[in-house]
T-cell receptor
Framework: GQNIDQPTEMTATEGAIVQINCTYQ??????LFWYQQHAGEAPTFLSY????GLEEKGRFSSFLSRSKGYSYLLLKELQMKDSASYLC?????????????FGQGTTLQVKP | KAGVTQTPRYLIKTRGQQVTLSCSPI?????VSWYQQTPGQGLQFLFE???????NKGNFPGRFSGRQFSNSRSEMNVSTLELGDSALYLC?????????????FGEGSRLTVL
């Protein structure tokens, strides 16, 4: 089976750093995605990891450890606009299609 | 470059009715996936179409169906609506299927079943 776990909610302060963790158990692995979704809007792509290590993209970084079934999204210099839901998703390897298995999402609230 | 367009954005139906949702992918994208998003279940995969062929199907009853046209536009249909079908239905397009293909989501169609 496939299972993806993320914390439900997190709170952080403007200007700080926050790390959102994601653990997964899948029958196969073919890449991990992070998406950001503001309330009432479409999810937007943040990052993709398929090999172990850190991928940095501006204020956002994503890390992957395939042996541990673990990923995190690191947000630096938090801004109020970063308040959103962050979705971790794993590519289904069995079908190798566009199917993504999503976690429940982590709602991040950034406070002044 | 226009994004993924979904219509209608909002709709209200009653139990037993059927509904058809439409999705126009980004120009040049041939893969279209559909997801259902609810507060309790999160994003759940419905199905994916690539070059007019259904590539994969999620664990939803047969009341949920879809198709893709030669211009890559896709429709999904839900028949005999139930209260539990109330959700945000998201369409996502991708240049290709599988691998590192990033999904681009539309704004969604919010369905309320009364």
């Amino acid at each position: 089976g496939q299972n993806i776990d993320q914390p439900t909610e997190m709170t952080a302060t403007e200007g700080a750093i926050v790390q959102i963790n994601c653990t997964y158990q899948t029958s196969g692995f073919n890449g991990l995605f992070w998406y950001q979704q503001h309330a009432g809007e479409a999810p937007t792509f943040l990052s993709y990891n398929v090999l172990d290590g850190l991928e940095e993209k501006g204020r956002f970084s994503s890390f992957l450890s395939r042996s541990k079934g673990y990923s995190y999204l690191l947000l630096k210099e938090l801004q109020m606009k970063d308040s959103a839901s962050y979705l971790c998703a794993v590519r289904d390897i069995v079908s190798n299609t566009g199917k993504l298995i999503f976690g429940q999402g982590t709602t991040l609230q950034v406070k002044p | 470059k226009a994004g993924v367009t979904q219509t209608p954005r909002y709709l209200i139906k009653t139990r037993g009715q059927q509904v058809t949702l439409s999705c126009s992918p980004i120009s040049g994208h041939r893969s279209v996936s559909w997801y259902q998003q609810t507060p309790g279940q999160g994003l759940q995969f419905l199905f994916e179409y690539f070059s007019e062929t259904q590539r994969n199907k999620g664990n939803f009853p047969g009341r949920f169906s879809g198709r893709q046209f030669s211009n890559s536009r896709s429709e999904m249909n839900v028949s005999t609506l139930e209260l539990g079908d109330s959700a945000l239905y998201l369409c996502a397009s991708s240049l290709f299927t599988g691998g590192a293909g990033e999904l681009f989501f539309g704004e969604g169609s919010r369905l309320t079943v009364l």
